[in-house]
């Protein structure tokens, strides 16, 4: 257990519907990220927040997430109208901005989209 | 742009060492990270390399040549709970922050 946690573990869902999943980093952690994993792949990036300011998105984020990290604790993010090739496992990871980089992962989440 | 390349899978016997090569290439290099991976889990750290030369941690060591871009995970003493994915990742300076991308990972299959 890294400190880090990620709620659901799992979620099962039907295409077009809108899903949230929620992020809770190491607390002294101003740093968060959000990557995603497919099977056989390493995670990729999808968006950092410093704080509470979302720093950068990666163009892999389309219209349909929006993330958002409002009290710069907890962070949520958000699949609107959700499609097939959505499914995969959303990790979530948070750092310190001084001292080591190392990004402690959260559990994940696993999406699946019918 | 950036490219990380890793071997997709490697198998090797309990007890005996294994090596797992990365090779890269990005602008504004800060560093390399090593993570491990088993099956259904979140990456776990083993490394991060800054500075040319090995680091030896226990059973792990990683190495990393920057002007080569190049870099290694040697796993010594292999254990049957080593077989997992380790995955390369490189830490660059993006817009005043480090960005760190992930190769598509090992896959270690370790076999009695």
């Known amino acids: 257990d890294t400190g880090v946690s990620q709620n659901p573990r799992h979620k099962i869902t039907k295409r077009g519907q809108n899903v949230t999943f929620r992020c809770d980093p190491i607390?002294?952690?101003?740093?968060l990220y959000w990557y995603r994993q497919t099977l056989g792949q390493g995670p990729e990036f999808l968006t950092y927040?410093?704080?509470?300011?979302?720093?950068?998105k990666s163009r892999l984020l389309s219209d349909r997430f929006s993330a958002e990290r409002p009290k710069g604790s907890f962070s949520t993010l958000e699949i609107q109208r959700t499609e097939q090739g959505d499914s995969a496992m959303y990790l979530c990871?948070?750092?310190?901005?001084?001292?080591?980089?190392?990004?402690?992962f959260g559990p994940g989440t696993r999406l699946t989209v019918l | 742009g950036q490219n990380i390349d890793q071997p997709t899978e490697m198998t090797a016997t309990e007890g005996a060492i294994v090596q797992i090569n990365c090779t890269y290439q990005?602008?504004?290099?800060?560093?390399l990270f090593w993570y491990q991976q088993h099956a259904g889990e979140a990456p776990t750290f083993l490394s991060y390399?800054?500075?040319?030369g090995l680091e030896e941690k226990g059973r792990f060591s990683s190495f990393l040549s920057r002007s080569k871009g190049y870099s290694y995970l040697l796993l010594k003493e292999l254990q049957m709970k080593d077989s997992a994915s380790y995955l390369c990742?490189?830490?660059?300076?993006?817009?005043?922050?480090?960005?760190?991308?992930f190769g598509i990972g090992t896959k270690l299959q370790v076999i009695p």
């Open positions: 990742a490189v830490s660059r300076r993006s817009g005043g922050y480090q960005k760190v991308t």
């Open positions: 927040f410093q704080n509470e300011a979302q720093l950068e």
């Open positions: 390399n800054v500075l040319d």
């Open positions: 990005t602008s504004g290099f800060n560093g």
């Open positions: 607390s002294e952690h101003n740093r």
């Open positions: 990871a948070s750092s310190l901005i001084a001292g080591a980089i190392e990004q402690f």
